[in-house]
Each structure stands twice: as C-alpha cells, then as structure tokens.
C-alpha cells in the first residue's frame, strides 16, 4: 500500500480523474429541466399563462443546452448541429415576446461559430450558453406564473453555481498536471527535439482541457485548446516549441486556479494577450479538425485485415510506465461505473445523463491512451464515443442491441486492460470487430445485430489462448499449463527448466515432461493430458517437440537465442521462463492530511505507553520468561507500526526541487546570467511538514546564489570561468539528518566585505578586524536580519531580507544552515534538517532532580572536565578550553533556579553546544542516555516558555522538557534569568 | 429548597444563564463552583514536572494518557498562599478556550479536594459582590447559594476562560509586589 497525500485545496475528497469521469453531472442547471419535467405535467398546466410555449420549447432548449455541455471546441459537426438546435428554438420563439430578443442574440452566436468553425470569437460561445440558461429559467418562470427578469440583469446571477466538490478535484488535478506540464516544458527547452514530450505534453493539456470543460471554464478550456493546436503544429512542423509562451499559459492557469480556490466564482484572470500570442503561435496550420491523434475512422472493415492470431500491441514503454497503474485503476473504474449506467439505460434508454456519464468514461479513457500512444483502445473508445454521441445528440436511440455492443466495447477495453496489467493480450481482430461495428451502428447500421453472433463465435480475446483454434500459431507452453491446472508449482517449474538447460548445455537435451516426470513432480496420466492439450490432440507419445522449439514457436525465444542459450550453460533462473514485462499496480488511498496526522500522534502515545509498561519498575522483579518475550515482541510491533506511520508521511523533494529549476530559468533570464542547474537527490524523502516549509528559503537561496552569486557572463569569462554559471541544488542523508545544498561556482563572499559592512550597521564593534573573528563567524553575519552587501536592491534580492528569513524558516524546523565560501570560487549553503518534525535524537541529561532532554544535533560533543581546567572571569563568568577554543559554561542548574545540582564542574558533564551561531558549554549533573523522543507541545494554554522548545514523555511516563538550544543561549547572553518573568 | 426572594427582573437573564450543574471544590476552605459541562475529567494529584522561568501558579506540566497538559495551581492563581499536598489534593481538567477562535485547550488545575456535583437554580444565583478595586472579581460569575436554611453556604460560580486568560502582565505584577513584600 502506499498513500498519496496532499493538502486538498479546495473542500471536497482529493480523488482525481475517476471524479471528472463519473462524477455529478457537471452542468445539472442545463439539464434541470428536463429532469423535473415530470412532476411538472402533472399539476403545471393549470396555472400557466403560457403553458404551450413552454412545452414546446423546454426540450428544445434542452437539447441545445446539452449540445453545449457536450461541445468539442473546433468540432465543425457540433457546432452546425449547435446552430440547428438553435434555429429551432427561435422558430418556437415568438419573437415579440420576452424571449424574443436574447434568443434572436443566441440565434446569431450560433451561426457566427458555426461559420468561423473553431475559434470563437468575442466570445460567442459564453454569451450563447448564458442565454441559452437565461431562457431555460424564464421559460421555467413563466410555467410557474412569475414574471421574466431581462436578460441582461439576470445573465450574472444566472451563472452555474460551481459545483465545490468538483472545483476541488479539478484544481487537484490541475495543479498536478500544471506540474507535469511545466517539468517537461523545461525538459523541452534544454533539448528542443525531443517530439514525445511535446506528446505528453498535449495529452496534459489535452485531458486539462477536458476537465475545465467539465467544471465549466470556458476561457481555460478555449485557451487550453488553442494551446493544444499550437502544440500540433510544434509536432507536425517540427518547429521549436515556444517555451516561454506555453510557459507563460501554465502561470496563467495557476493563477487562475489560485483565485478559483479563494472563490469559485470568479471570472478568469485577463488573458487576452496571452489567446493572441498563443493563437499566433498555432498560426500557419492546415485547417483539419484538430483531432489528428485520431485516425478518421475507414468505412470498410478493419478486422479482417488482422489474422487469427495477431495481438494488441501497446508500445514497449507503455508497459514500463509506472504511470500505467494510475491509469489502470482509473480507467477499470471507468468502465465499472459505465456498466453500471448501461445497465440503467437498459431501462431509461432516453436518460442523456446516463448515457453521458458512459460517454465521459470512454473520452477520458481515450485521452490517456492517446497520448500514451495505446492506438487500438484510442480507436475502440473512439468509435464508442462516437456511437454514444449519437444517443446523446438524440439522433438515435438506444436499443438492446446498441447497450450489449457497448457491453462488449467495455469488456474488449477491460481486456486490453489486462493486458496491460500484465495478462496476455487481447486479439487484435477481435478488438477490432467491435471497432467496426460500433462505427456501423454510429452510422446508423441496424443489422449491427446480425454480426452479433459472428463475434460471439469469434474467440473472446482474453480465453483466446486456451481454445483450440489458436493452437497451430500458438502452442502454449507445457510448464506454464501445469502451473495454470495447479499440478505444479512456479518453483517447481523454474527448478526443472533450469535443469533442463542445464542438460541441454551438456548436450543432453530432455523433453520437460520427462524431467517433471524423473523427478516424479506430477503422475504420470496428467502429464499425459496436459501434453495431449498442447499438442492440439495429437498423442503425447507421437508429439515430438522439444522444449527449445516449443518455446521458439511460442515466440517466446528466437532461435539464435536457443542457441545462445546452449552455448552459454547455466543461466540464472529468471532466464528459463521469461516473464513477461508487466505494469506494477500499486494501489493508492488518498488520504486527508488531518487523519494521517491522528495516526501518526496516536502511534506516538502508543509508543509512549509501550515504555512505560516495558520500563515498569514492577516489571523488574518478574521472572517470567514469557512476559518478557511478549514484552520484547509488542516493542518490536510498536516500533515497526511507528516507522510506517512515520514513512506515511514522507514525500520526496522532487516537486519542490522542480519548481527550484522552474525559477532558475525565470531568475536567470532576468538577470542576464545564463546558468545550469544541476539537480541531484529530488528523490530524498522528507516529512510532508519540512518539505512544505523548506520552499521558501530554497526560493531565497536560490536567488541570492544566481543573483549575488554568480559572476556576469563577461566577469567570469575574464577569471577563465564558463560563461554558464552553475548551481547545484542537492540533497542527501547524513547522520540522521538530511542535507540540502545549494552550490554556486560564482565569486564566493568577500569576507572583508562583510565585515566593513557589519561594522557599519553596528552589528560588531567598529575596530573589528579580520583577526578577531573566524571565518565562519563573517559568513554567518550574513544570516543577521537586515544584512546585504549588495550595492543595488535588484529585483530579484537585495535587500536583506532573504537570509534572514531562510535562517529563521530553518530554525524554526530545528534545522542548521552551515555556509562554506571561497573568494572568487564560489559559496555553498548546506541545510541540515531533521528528517521529520514529529521525533527528536535526543540526550536526556539530568540537574538535580530534573530531566531535560538537549536535541542531539546541537550537541558537539560531552566531557567530563579535568580539575582545574575551568576559569573564571571576575569571579563570574566561567569558561573551559575545548579544542584550543575557550568556551563560556553556563550551568542549566542556575539558568533554570533548580535546587540541589552539582556545585563542583570537575563532578559533572560539560556538553558543548552549537546554537544561534555560537558554541558555549552546558553544565549538568548527569547524563542518562540517548534516545529519540516524541515532541510534544507543551499546551497552547501557557505562554511562549524561553529557552524549552517542548515536552517529551519519558519511558517511566513523566515529562521532560526539551531544551531549545538556540532561545536558551540567545537568552543567557543577553541577561542573568531572573527567578520568573515576572521580577 | 426555599424560593422565597423573588428574583429581580433585570438580574433574571444572568440568572437563569448560570443556572445548571457545577462541580464545587474547596480552596483554603472556601468554596469554589465551575460548570460540569467545563470538566473533562478529576485525576489524582501527580508529580508534576515544572517549568522554568514562569510565573508561581503554573505548577509545571503533567502527562495526561500520551498527552502534555500544563497544570495551574487555583490557589496562587486566586491569591493564596502555596498549599501542601494532602491525600485529597486534586487535578480537575478543564476545557477552556484557547488563544484562536473555536480552539479547546485543557488545563489542569490543582485544588485542594472536589466535594460535589451541584444543581443550582436560577433563584440560588446572585449578581457577584463588589469589593472596590482591590480584589478583582471579574472572574466570579456570580455567588450560588445552597444547602438548607440554617446551614445555608455560597459558592463562588468562577469563569474559568477568564481566570486564565487574565492579562499575564496584572497578574505578574501582582505577584511581583507580593514578592517584593514577602
């Protein structure tokens, strides 16, 4: 199992495509009407003033209404079909009347669109469908005697109300193929030619664009597809993709979704600009239906073009593609949901919502396979699509007949789906005889009946192996019909295959029936039967096929291969039976954050209670053997249960690295540097809190390393550098802890620089000079709030704000920021994380009577000090050499007033610490143990405690305090701790 | 029970609002009343890890079954002096309101011993007494009285959101000029 999470952005689950497909009918308002019209003709006809009006025109406007929902942008069919519906309904219309003159409007809209054919200007399209809604209310006005309000003042209010639960699901969908799009966008511009990601790319945008139809957003939707159209001529001319302006569209529609988020009402972000630019790109093309992934279905048959015994074919890394599982759940939920809908059809043939829902399943499916390249299910949902349009349109009617062809349609579509899933591939002539008749019966053919038997004579794609007919082809293999019948093991199997190789290498070729039968694996009489079958009948005896040439019939060796296989003897086991290359299903929950973090909390208690009953003092005096090893056993399974809980909530860096590269191109381009950004580690995991955390400063190092970092092209051809700077942005494990590191090959800092400028902000005294200060310690004064060297505030940095909030954003996750820099050859920012927030490594010391808990990544190291090796400074202040270095020693006793510790240094441990950019000693009595501990808030009631970070329930249940290493010091420097806050 | 005093009318909305059951408990022999619905559970007095540099009357924190609950002592909160464990000393944890919006925090606070569950009228209650500025009492509801005639006793009805949630800096300069008078 393994979860996907993320934050929903919007209330409604965070479940993606399968929604789109088979979720509410997205634009219920259009269909309203005609869902109420039953109970309308019962009591209605009384009290209306205008009763033949409205029955005359509701199911016109009806069916235009779902001839909109249903419109594909550019399809000239529809759009005539629009234009129709609509001239219909003005015939109805007294144009006199109120209704007269909008519909007169929407009358002229639909013929503009249906003349300029795909684009749809001054927004027609809007205007027609906001009419076309006005008018369904109003004629339902007037059924119910109220007055008419004009069009123009109920055209806003009038608006869909959008539909939250869906808006969410979109925006989650969008935002992830957003993602998808600008990471391969960014690939694209790196290496131009590479006309597979722009295929992906279309198909994002491609399936983007279906859902904002659904929603509806019909300027996405409009700008989606004329992107799409661009994106055709890219791959048709081989012309270089404009980056910048698909670029462009991806910030357009984050925005956009950013304010559907806040509110799902709003219009769409101004983009006319961005339509020209895009539109001018998509310039130049042949005017053909902008369909061209699929072939325009041939009249004449195609299955008889395939033998017998010729498969579906998917493409090599189709199958490799660990996306596919995500599909393959989808699409069989799909189609489930379709079954179960045609199943209701059965009853209801004149339901449109129905037969929508169905029509939806097979165009998402289509989608994906599309650009997946999947040629024969595109065609299959393709021809499906286009006989359930026709139901839909209400050009024909669903019969019987149709709903079992469409049966077979899913059941064809399931089996290519299995194939995928790693089963045997359907036969393509069978897949291919459903293709043609659902064109036929699209076209209107009713006899699509009458082949209806022949298909069922036909092998049913997915048993096709074990029928007889295909046996002459398609010898199956006697190994693998064992294992199928259950006489026989995989291991068994692969054991005597092995062997069998083994004995041909020596030249002692052996049928496998008679090494299974040596070592007396099977009776006899079933092998007998199994070798009949695959014989085709034949008898065992007569049957002379060697396993060698069994398996290069199968098409499973070729013979150079056998051979190869007899020169080079014994091979590893895998190589016996070759396995067949199969997509990995890993099933995935999406899960709310919200109930993750309870399991992940509630684990952490159990943990907690774990200790306490195994750290029982009780516990000591039992001598019982089996207590002790069902002890040891709950602290294992509590143990395992925390490292899963806490791997739930892990995530990789990968997303957050992507949008680092996304804003290396934008801030190099701004500041005139050219430079390369090397990725490495973005499959490092991380806590879902870090890594939603750590953005930001990334974002601000990342821009001090481009903008003050690197040299200007011309300054660093002149220090015989690349002209192409570089940035490394890595990250890795080390102790426990993860390492982020942003890496330039620029002009490094100028550590006299720093100091001149932090003496004359006052952040050292003014004759500071470079010997009374450690390197580290000037590069750390950058990290001070308010610290810039730049000489001008740029766009992009310069102001001297970034660093201190990347210090702060990385305290605040109990992070370290180390800087290493070298003048003229570069500077490097190493953040060190925990691996989550939720757990410390933690050395539990005591004082007096108290325990506190000092995380261990401030710790440098703990001695117990020499006699004598401590001095005082005016009878006051204490420190200690370490290292060379006198460091001062505060006595956590003293700071905390606690009674009852140690008096004398050389009797108690000195553990030296690194906090808020100094090192300083911690005087305790004791120190207990490491362990890792559970941080606990200490209770949103108390104030903000200096110098305790929080609590951790220690193993004999009491709570110790976590000591924040950094307030503490930051504190102790600055003041003697009073006895409370309060004197 | 006697309803003799006819309640006034203005006074009968505050009534009838603190009428209901409260648990009573006793602080230096005076007794202390705060809405059942406000407690979450009564636990045995424990040892309380305390906290540094914060004012006398939070005791500490406590682990309450995995999770860290701070401990506040009533009777230095209210102004009384430190009292001594006994057997009957006890933890009432309450649920109050918390910093944001919406937000239940608990809260354990230490008292001397819960005697019992009251039901009190809306003609038991009265308005809170005023003592000048001196004794803050903006933190008494108001005074329950109950029992039977002749040993009639009054409860302080306290505000438990308010008693916590009283400006730290009053509260720490009190104590700071108790200390300095000590």
Not at chain 1, 80 to 88: F, H, K, N, Q
Not at chain 1, 572 to 598: F, M, N, Q, W
Not at chain 1, 778 to 796: K, M, N, Q
Not at chain 1, 923 to 934: H, R, S
Request: with cysteine; hydrophobic share 40%; aromatic share 4%.
């Amino acid at each position: 199992m393994f979860a996907v999470f993320r934050m929903p952005r919007a209330p409604g689950p965070p479940a993606r495509g399968v929604a789109i497909g088979n979720g509410p009918m997205p634009r219920q308002r259009f269909l309203k009407a005609s869902e109420n019209t039953d109970d309308r003709s019962h009591d209605a006809p009384e009290r209306q003033p205008y009763p033949l009006l409205a029955m005359s025109i509701q199911p016109l406007l009806d069916r235009l209404a779902s001839a909109l929902t249903c419109l594909t942008p550019g399809d000239g069919d529809s759009l005539s079909a629009l234009a129709r519906y609509c001239e219909e309904v003005a015939a109805e219309v007294d144009l006199g009347g109120p209704l007269g003159e909008p519909i007169a409007r929407a009358l002229e809209c639909a013929r503009r669109l249906a003349k300029s054919g795909d684009a749809d200007p001054g927004g027609d399209l809007r205007l027609l469908e906001e009419i076309v809604t006005w008018a369904q209310d109003a004629v339902e006005a007037m059924e119910d005697g109220q007055t008419v309000a004009a069009f123009g003042a109920s055209a806003p209010a009038a608006e869909d109300p959008v539909d939250m639960e869906l808006l969410g699901m979109f925006l989650d969908s969008a935002n992830e193929a957003l993602q998808t799009i600008e990471g391969e966008l960014l690939e694209l511009e790196s290496d131009p030619h590479q006309p597979e990601r722009i295929t992906e790319v279309r198909g994002v945008v491609h399936t983007l664009k279906g859902e904002c139809g659904v929603i509806p957003l019909s300027d996405a939707q409009s700008l989606l597809h004329r992107a799409e159209t661009a994106l055709d001529q890219a791959t048709t001319t081989g012309n270089v993709l404009p980056v910048d302006l698909f670029l462009s569209l991806v910030d357009w529609m984050k925005s956009y979704c950013d304010q559907l988020a806040e509110d799902p009402g709003c219009a769409a972000p101004e983009h006319r600009e961005l339509r020209d630019r895009i539109e001018a790109a998509a310039e130049g093309r042949t005017l053909t239906p902008a369909k061209p992934a699929i072939p325009a279905a041939a009249v004449d048959s195609k299955a008889s073009a395939f033998s017998q015994t010729e498969r579906v074919l998917f493409p090599e890394d189709v199958l490799g593609d660990p996306t596919i599982a995500e599909f393959l759940t989808e699409a069989r939920s799909h189609l489930e949901d379709s079954e179960a809908a045609l199943l209701e059809v059965e009853n209801d043939p004149e339901n449109i919502e129905l037969v929508d829902r169905i029509f939806r399943a097979f165009h998402t499916i289509k989608g994906v396979a599309g650009f997946m390249n999947m040629e024969d299910m595109v065609q299959l949902a393709h021809n499906a699509e286009a006989l359930l349009d026709e139901f839909r349109k209400g050009r024909m009617l669903c019969t019987p007949i149709h709903i079992s062809l469409i049966f077979e349609s899913c059941d064809s579509m399931n089996a290519m789906l299995d194939y995928l899933a790693g089963n045997e591939a359907p036969l393509r002539a069978g897949v291919y005889q459903i293709i043609d008749r659902l064109e036929a019966a699209s076209k209107g053919a009713v006899d699509i009946g009458a082949t209806a038997p022949q298909a069922a004579s036909a092998p049913a794609p997915a048993q096709a192996a074990a029928t007889p007919e295909a046996l002459p082809e398609d010898p199956p293999m006697l190994g693998d019909m064992l294992v199928e019948r259950g006489l026989l093991s995989h291991d068994q199997l692969e054991a005597c295959l092995t062997e069998q190789r083994q004995l041909e290498a020596a030249g002692k070729p052996k049928h496998l029936g008679q090494i299974l039968n040596d070592h007396a694996l099977l009776r006899l009489d079933d092998l007998k039967a199994a070798l009949r079958e695959q014989t085709g009948g034949k008898a065992a005896e007569e049957a002379h096929f060697p396993f060698a040439e069994v398996l290069v019939e199968a098409g499973l060796l070729t013979a150079a291969e056998v051979k190869t296989t007899v020169a080079a003897p014994v091979e590893p086991l895998a190589a016996g039976s070759p396995k067949k290359k199969k997509a990995r299903i890993e099933h995935t929950v999406k899960v709310a954050t919200g109930r993750l973090d309870t399991l992940v909390d509630m684990v952490g208690e159990l943990v907690i209670a774990q200790q306490m009953v195994s750290q029982d003092p009780e516990l000591e005096g039992i001598r019982d053997p089996r207590l002790h090893r069902n002890l040891s056993q709950v602290a294992k399974i509590t143990r395992d249960l925390q490292e899963s809980a806490m791997s739930l909530r892990m995530v990789t860096l990968r997303s957050t690295f992507q949008k680092m590269t996304r804003l290396v191109r934008d801030v190099s381009n701004k500041s005139g540097k050219s430079v390369d950004l090397v990725v490495a580690g973005e499959e490092t995991e991380l806590d879902r809190n870090v890594v939603e955390e750590i953005g930001d400063p990334l974002v601000h190092l990342i821009r001090n390393a481009i903008d003050h970092g690197l040299e200007p092209p011309d300054e660093r051809i002149d220090v015989n550098k690349s002209p192409r700077g570089q940035v490394d942005l890595k990250a890795y494990h080390q102790g426990g802890s993860i390492v982020i590191e942003i890496r330039d090959d620029g002009r490094g800092m100028d550590p006299d620089r720093i100091l001149a400028k932090a003496v004359e902000r006052g952040l050292l005294p003014a004759d500071t000079t470079r010997d009374d200060i450690s390197e580290a310690d000037i590069h750390r004064l950058i990290l001070a709030p308010g610290f810039s060297t730049a000489e001008t505030v740029t766009d992009i940095s310069g102001r001297g704000v970034g660093m201190d909030v990347v210090r702060r954003n990385i305290e605040a996750m109990r992070g370290k920021i180390d800087i290493e820099s070298k003048l003229g050859q570069g500077s490097a920012f190493l953040l060190k994380l925990p691996l989550t927030l939720a757990i410390i490594d933690g050395m539990i010391v005591r004082v007096g009577d108290r325990r506190y808990v000092i995380p261990t990544l401030a710790i440098e190291q703990s001695f117990r000090p020499a006699p004598g090796a401590s001095h005082r400074v005016m009878n006051d202040g204490e420190m200690i050499e370490v290292r060379g270095k006198l460091l001062p020693i505060h006595r956590l006793g003293e700071i905390f007033h606690l009674d009852g510790c140690l008096e004398s240094i050389e009797e108690g441990i000195l553990v030296v610490i690194d906090g808020a950019g100094e090192r300083a000693c911690l005087f305790v009595d004791e120190i207990l143990g490491q362990q890792q501990v559970v941080i606990k808030n200490l209770g949103k009631a108390l104030p903000q405690t200096e110098g305790i970070s929080g609590g951790a329930i220690l193993g004999d249940g009491l709570v110790a305090l976590i000591l924040d290493i950094d307030g503490l010091l930051t504190n102790v420097t600055q003041e003697t701790i009073p006895q409370t806050i309060a004197s | 029970m006697s309803q003799d005093t006819t309640p006034l009318p203005v006074a009968d909305g505050i009534q009838t609002a603190l009428s209901g059951k409260y648990l009573s408990f006793l602080l230096q022999a005076e007794e202390y009343g705060v809405r059942i619905l406000r407690v979450r559970e009564i636990i045995a007095i424990q040892d309380v890890t305390p906290l540094p540099r914060m004012p006398e009357y939070i005791r500490g924190v406590i682990n309450l079954r995995g999770r860290i609950i701070p401990i506040i002592d009533l009777r230095l909160k209210l102004g009384m002096t430190a009292p001594e464990n006994t057997a009957h000393t006890c933890i009432i944890v309450l649920e109050v309101e918390g910093q944001s919006e919406g937000e239940i925090v608990q809260i354990g606070c230490v008292v001397d011993t819960v005697s019992e569950v009251l039901d009190i009228a809306a003609g038991q209650v009265e308005p809170p007494p005023r003592f000048g500025s001196s004794i803050p009492v903006d933190f008494i509801l108001g005074l329950g009285k109950v029992g039977e005639e002749n040993q009639e006793k009054v409860i302080a009805l306290i505000d438990i959101d308010r008693v916590l949630s009283q400006s730290e800096v009053s509260e720490l300069t009190r104590e700071a000029s108790e200390s300095t008078a000590a």
